[in-house]
């Protein structure tokens, strides 16, 4: 598994379970079948949670407070819910860290990162044929978005009211 | 016109070196076939039977004069010196090659034109009343919005990897010309009769395809400023909740079936609420710059009869032909919208040959505010002509036979490619428009029959929309055979229908007779003044079916 950010290849802190183990030194990453009994028992450390795209934002919810990480499965590239859930969990206030965890490739970085997420974990089969700098070239080539909340780049929104904002101080100076 | 800013410009030549560093990644192997194939259709490349087949869009179908003689160049450098304008008013190369694509995408965006979301699961070319701004019966234009949208949805993050396409209808006239009821969400500017304020019905769930669905009001108004918002959610809701276990269930159409209007709206309004905020709202200044772009031009005051054209009809019989069928009334007085009929007869619907788009570029730029539309009845419009000027634009159709006098006839037929060059395709569709063109090519039969659609898919996909035509043809591969399946009453506008089965599908070689006997039926039972539709609608499917049986029994 590789696992990048928006500043390329990152350690990773936490840990899926492995055959129901966890992995001593690293944050567990429970399913979330299993999140229940496990935040009993955890004591209030760091817990991240693994959820499938159908999850439902309710149902995570009460839980926001107390995970650090949330990690959506995809389960295929073209699978795109777990785009407009990670939408959800951060408009409903999730703050802690957002992991697409599935076989997306390098084009579908910045729109994972436009959607909330903040790293990707992809197969290594993936990340043999798309290292690190595939990832992050994909970042630069759309620099700007008509979307203004959570666009790929720069709000092209934003631009048109900065450059009308300077045609009117240019105008007023010219008076 | 909307022309683009720096930004706009930018972001299509950004979209066009991503599309060339992808088709590298492809060839060097850093991407799987499986994962450039969704990223080839997001920019509007299939790979046809034959070929690769090029779609490029034009937003709600407006085209000026330089970006039709730039299609017109591409269509002779890289194509095979013709296009084919779309029932979604887009334009299709059929023989460009892979290596040239790159090319094409830089002349197209030379022009402030892209191949964005021409394909593939996601926010497909938004489309609009071909009349938009001139109808008569407009209540307001529609193409600021659609303009809005078309921003709005390119190369939204969120919604790139929808379960199935997702296609957006608008209209702002009292005649539905935009099928709304046959979209994903299809949208209608209303005044609100309480408040009296403006803004817009929604409807969604609408399609055609294996499933035809009619579309349902999700929300009876909608406030202008959230639009997008509102949009949002429902992209949101169909994201999340849309079926992804069967590509042929995942439309939204499906859901809406599968849950009820009623539990879609609750879920709707639910995660609406949740994004409604003053930050979210159209921002009223872009909204008016963008709005701006479509004032009326610098219209004449003119009487609203031209004598000059009445004198000029009373001296050419195919003239006045062309005047009776081909002009639409429009807002302004003395001016019309004049329709070029791409149906000649025996020719493919919907083709134009670079030399026709160079001509219709002129007459546009010379005769109507230099602009063009394009229709989902494949036709292309020149929206804003002075009646005055009819007759010589006329003169110059007629002689690059573009003068055909049939706009709403029964050879004003709808066709998708079929299998001359569509790799979905069971059956052909060209071959049997042209052999009914044949048909009932007489002008005086036409004339007869009066108001009469015909439109034709060659698969169950429904491309030629055949399940809204008056009578739709369906070609099917039965036994190693192209088959026919015939429906009658399908209506794509206020009284929208989707057709009946007539009876068992018929060898393309019976089509023609057996719609003469439909036709028939209707010329010996009708009322004075009424349409075959309105006929069919008061006599019922009983004496139709009877006629075509006779037809049918000399098959089996």
């Known amino acids: 598994m590789l696992l990048l950010d928006r500043q390329g290849e990152k350690v990773d802190s936490f840990a899926h379970l492995q ?45 926001f407070g107390t995970l650090a990480l949330i990690a959506i499965r995809f389960p295929s590239a073209a699978d795109g819910r777990g ?22 490739f390098s084009d579908q970085f910045p729109q994972a990162l436009a959607c909330g ?23 630069n080539r759309i620099t700007l978005a008509y979307q203004h909340e959570h666009g790929l780049g720069e709000s092209i929104l934003d631009l048109r009211r900065a450059r009308t904002l300077e045609k009117n101080l240019n105008g007023a100076k010219n008076v | ?102 090319a094409i995408l830089g002349l197209l965006a030379d022009v402030e034109m892209h191949c964005i979301q021409t394909s593939g699961n996601c926010i497909r070319n938004v489309t609009a009343d071909h009349f ?11 193409r600021p919005i659609a303009e809005l949208l078309r921003q709005w949805s390119s190369l939204h993050p969120e919604f790139e990897w929808l379960g199935r396409k997702f296609k957006i209808a608008v209209t702002g006239a009292t005649q539905d010309r935009a099928v709304l009821k046959s979209h994903d969400v299809g949208v209608r500017i209303v005044r609100d009769p309480a408040t009296q304020q403006v803004g817009y019905q929604i409807l ?18 909608l406030p202008r400023e959230k639009l997008l918002s509102y949009l949002e959610a429902v992209l ?94 429009h807002k302004q007085r003395g001016y019309t919208a004049l329709t070029i009929s791409l149906k000649p007869i025996g020719q493919a619907p919907g083709d134009a040959t670079s030399h026709q788009m160079r001509v219709i570029a002129d007459l546009a730029e010379k005769y109507s505010f230099d602009e063009a539309r394009v229709t989902h009845m494949q036709n292309i419009v020149l929206p804003h002509v002075r009646l005055d000027d009819v007759p010589e634009i006329f003169a110059v159709l007629r002689a690059e036979g573009l003068g055909t006098p049939n706009v709403g006839l029964v050879t004003d037929i709808l066709a998708c490619p079929g299998l001359d060059y569509c790799a979905l395709a069971t059956a052909r569709s060209i071959p049997v428009a042209q052999a009914l063109a044949e048909h009932f090519a007489d002008p005086a039969k036409q004339k007869e029959i009066g108001d009469f659609s015909i439109k034709i898919s060659g698969c169950i996909n429904a491309c030629g ?45 019976l089509v023609p007779e057996a719609i003469d006997r439909v036709v028939a039926v209707y010329l010996s039972q009708r009322e004075p003044g009424e349409s075959f539709i309105e006929a069919y609608r008061r006599l019922g499917l009983a004496p139709f079916k009877a006629a075509f049986k006779e037809i049918a029994d000399a098959v089996a």
């Open chain 2, 465 to 509: 929309h055949h399940h809204i035509g008056n009578i739709g043809i369906l070609g099917l591969e039965k036994k190693g055979a192209e088959s026919y399946q015939i429906t009658i009453g399908g209506d794509p506008g206020e009284n929208y229908a989707l057709g009946e089965l007539l009876g068992p599908g018929l060898p393309a070689e």
């Open chain 2, 132 to 142: 938009s701004g001139v109808a008569h019966d407009e209540f307001e234009d529609p």
């Open chain 2, 1 to 102: 016109m909307y022309r683009y800013d720096e930004f706009d410009e930018r972001l299509v030549r950004e979209r066009v070196a991503q599309f060339a560093s992808q088709v590298e990644r492809r060839l060097s192997g850093a991407l799987t076939e499986e994962e450039f194939r969704p990223l080839r259709l997001k920019n509007g490349l299939y790979l046809q039977l034959h070929a690769y087949m090029l779609r490029i869009a034009v937003p709600y179908g407006t085209l000026h004069a330089r970006q039709l003689r730039q299609l017109a160049h591409i269509a002779d450098v890289y194509d095979r010196g013709y296009g084919h304008f779309t029932t979604r008013q887009n334009l299709q190369f059929n023989w460009p090659k892979l290596k040239d694509v790159p």
């Open chain 2, 204 to 221: 969604i769930g609408g399609g055609l395809g294996r499933t035809p669905m009619v579309g349902k009001v999700l929300r009876e108004f």
């Open chain 1, 117 to 139: 997420f903040d790293e990707v974990e992809i197969p290594d089969a993936s990340a043999a044929r798309q290292p690190v700098e595939h990832w992050l070239a994909a970042r």
């Open chain 1, 83 to 104: 785009f407009s859930l990670a939408r959800q969990l951060r408009e409903h206030g999730f703050t802690g860290l957002l992991r697409a965890s599935g076989p997306l």
């Open chain 1, 19 to 63: 055959d129901g183990e966890k992995i001593a030194g690293k944050t567990p990453i429970v399913p979330l079948a299993a999140l229940e009994a496990e935040l009993a028992v955890q004591g209030g450390a760091p817990l991240g949670v693994l959820v499938e795209n159908n999850v439902r934002t309710a149902e995570l919810e009460p839980y």
């Open chain 2, 236 to 329: 949101r809701v169909y994201n999340l909740e849309g079926r992804r276990d069967n590509k042929y269930k995942a439309r939204i159409k499906i859901l809406v079936h599968e849950i009820g209007i009623d539990a879609i709206r609750a879920k709707v309004e639910e995660e609406f609420a949740a994004i409604d905020s003053p930050r979210n709202d159209v921002d009223p200044q872009e909204f008016a710059r963008i709005a701006a772009f479509f004032a009326p031009p610098a219209y004449e005051s003119l009487p609203d009869v031209s004598r000059k054209l009445e004198q000029a009809q009373a001296a050419d019989a195919e003239l006045a032909r062309f005047v009776e069928h081909n002009l639409f009334r």
